[in-house]
C-alpha cells in the first residue's frame, strides 16, 4: 500500500471540508423567487370576497357579478389562499361607484369624435394578521371607444378590459409590494 505525502492528506482534508461547509451553506440557505411578485405572510391563508354591488347612477346588469367573479377568479389563480364564505384573514368588500359613458373628443361639427367609458370601484381591504396593511381605496379605469360605433355593440368588450385593469390594480395593492 501506498503511503501518502503529507501534503496531499492535507489537501484531501482540505477539499473534504469544504465540499462539507459548502454543502451545508446550500442546504441551510432557503432563497424564495416569485416571478408574480406575490408577497403574502405564510400566516395567511384564508381569503373572502363580498359581493360588490352596483351603487352607480347607471347600472348596468352583469357588471356586479361579472366583477366580484374576476377579482376571485385573480385571487385564486394568482395565490394559494383558501376562498371562504366567512370572513377570511384578507377580505374584500366595496361597491361599484361609477358607470359612465361621456365623450372625450368633439369634432369641428362639435359632435363627439370619441366616447369614453368609464368604471369606478371602492374597495375595502381588511388583513386581520397585518392591519398595518389594511385599504380603503377607489379604483377607476376608463377605455375610448370610437364615437361611430354603438356602446352596446362593444359594451361587453370595453367592460371586460377595464374589470381586468381594476383588477389588476386592487391585487397589486394588496398582494405586491413594489
Partial sequence: ?????????????????????????????????????VNISPEITTVSVDYFPNRAPVVQAQLSQLFTDALIDKIQANTSLELISGTGQVSFSGEIRNYATKPTAITGQETAARNRLTISVKV?????VQPDLDFDSSFSRYEDYDSSQNLADVENELIDLIVESIVEDIFNKAFVNW
Fill in 124 to 128: 375595502v381591504y381588511t388583513n386581520s
Fill in 1 to 37: 500500500m501506498r503511503k501518502l505525502s503529507m501534503t496531499k492528506k492535507i489537501r484531501i482534508s482540505f477539499t473534504w471540508l469544504m465540499i462539507v461547509l459548502l454543502s451545508q451553506l446550500f442546504t441551510a440557505c432557503k432563497v424564495s423567487y416569485s416571478f408574480s411578485g
